[in-house]
């Protein structure tokens, strides 16, 4: 078993399958590395494709104190799993939790990233919805340790970015289910409080987002109400940014909808590579509607 070993002692878990140009996958909340399965078999033909534990996930460490949990941790663990596996550069792609990491990786350590994909970010970004969000996280903190994880990934599992896999797919939405109440409830109570409580608002970030020049792709599911103004807020402020959005899906992207998920992403990372991928005109910028009012 492999380890990345951060900064402050913390044991990252973490597998890396194929050759060439890396792409590094962050996972969501209620994921782990086996999330992105459909991505590995399909990306790893052509690319050396990395996934790993979050701290708080086993096999990483679980560190017992929420304050060893943090968005700015989020993003020195992706570099430590990079630094030990000696990438200058890769493709960074995050879905959720992740996808945070991902976009604070763009804004922080730019250097590090051939591109973004930030898929199903924005939960509790809107100013209005902040307190609630914080209730919310500190309620599923409070559940994990009153009840442990099965009671907690059996009401989770069933909120309304979710049950759109469900529907669809009830086979694949049972292996998601099982693999998630694995999980360990400290680690998942921790990062409720010390990430998904803690984190800076997207909307209050938007001067350092729209700094990014790293090349990115915006991915949301249409059924994944929370992500879609921060979605379009991000994909305003980054001249760099495409936004793709695929129709009747929620929140867990890339398991709900993996044959479009990879194709968007392959097409996506396929521009980057060659070179190609654009810079947003400015004058697509302009307040005039059909560009004959100033």
Not at 10 to 18: N, S
Not at 23 to 49: K, M, N
Not at 52 to 68: H, I, Q
Not at 159 to 180: I, L, M, S, W
Request: hydrophobic share 40%.
């Amino acid at each position: 078993m492999a380890y990345a070993v951060t900064d402050d002692g913390v044991r990252l878990y973490y597998e890396t399958t194929g050759e060439g140009i890396p792409i590094v996958f962050i996972h969501e909340f209620a994921g782990d590395l086996t999330s992105w399965e459909p991505q590995v078999r399909h990306f790893s033909r052509r690319y050396q494709c990395v996934t790993f534990n979050a701290r708080g996930y086993p096999p990483s460490d679980v560190p017992e104190k929420s304050s060893s949990y943090s968005q700015q941790r989020a993003v020195k663990d992706i570099i430590a799993v990079m630094d030990a596996l000696q990438l200058s550069k890769a493709h960074l792609v995050g879905l959720s939790m992740g996808g945070f990491a991902t976009l604070h990786m763009g804004i922080s350590h730019p250097e590090r990233a051939l591109s973004l994909c930030v898929a199903g970010c924005g939960y509790g970004a809107e100013p209005e919805k902040r307190a609630h969000f914080h209730k919310e996280s500190e309620a599923s903190a409070a559940m994990l340790l009153e009840q442990g994880m099965d009671a907690f990934v059996e009401r989770y599992s069933l909120g309304p970015t979710r049950v759109q896999f469900q529907n669809k797919d009830p086979r694949g939405f049972e292996e998601f289910k099982q693999a998630f109440k694995k999980h360990s409830a400290l680690g998942s109570a921790n990062t409720q409080l010390g990430v998904q409580r803690e984190r800076p608002s997207l909307f209050e970030l938007r001067e350092q987002i729209a700094g990014i020049r790293v090349p990115t792709l915006i991915l949301n599911g249409d059924e994944d109400w929370p992500c879609l103004l921060p979605g379009l807020m991000m994909k305003e402020a980054i001249p760099t940014a495409a936004m793709s959005v695929l129709p009747n899906v929620g929140h867990t992207i890339n398991i709900e909808a993996p044959d479009a998920f990879n194709r968007e992403l392959g097409d996506f990372v396929a521009w980057v590579d060659s070179g190609r991928w654009p810079v947003r005109d400015p004058r697509a910028m302009v307040k005039s509607l059909l560009g004959m009012v100033k």
